[in-house]
């Protein structure tokens, strides 16, 4: 049973910051892969990821904004989130890929989303 429990989110003016948090409980072996989508109105497009040795992957659009780092032995992601537009007001959903114990099968989970908005 696993949980992914995102904090962080809030209104901002443009040109702001925010950092989100994602922390991940239950019986964990690993976490091989954790990260960040947003979901516009229409669309859900990968953000940022992170893996549990450090290799990180970015949208075009946020490269050199954004910032994603993990904490392995509290299993928590970080999104920090700086120079923020407009565009980039979307619900943010934290997601890992877990694998429950050595040699055994990955699973994807995702959290519950939090808003992220950016507005003068």
């Known amino acids: 049973q696993v949980q992914l429990v995102e904090s962080g989110g809030g209104l901002v003016q443009p040109g702001g910051s925010l950092r989100l948090s994602c922390a991940a409980s239950?019986?964990?072996?690993?976490?091989?892969?954790m990260g960040w989508y947003r979901q516009a109105p229409k669309d859900r497009e990968l953000v940022a990821t992170i893996?549990?040795?450090?290799?990180?992957n970015f949208a075009d659009s946020v490269k050199g904004r954004f910032t994603i780092s993990r904490d392995n032995a509290k299993n928590t992601v970080f999104l920090q989130m700086n120079s923020l537009k407009p565009e980039d007001t979307a619900v943010y959903y934290c997601?890992?890929?877990?694998?429950?114990?050595?040699?055994?099968?990955?699973?994807?989970?995702w959290g519950q989303g939090t808003q992220v908005t950016v507005s003068s």
């Open positions: 239950g019986s964990i072996f690993s976490i091989k892969i």
């Open positions: 997601y890992a890929i877990i694998q429950f114990r050595d040699y055994g099968p990955d699973y994807q989970y």
């Open positions: 893996t549990s040795d450090g290799h990180t």
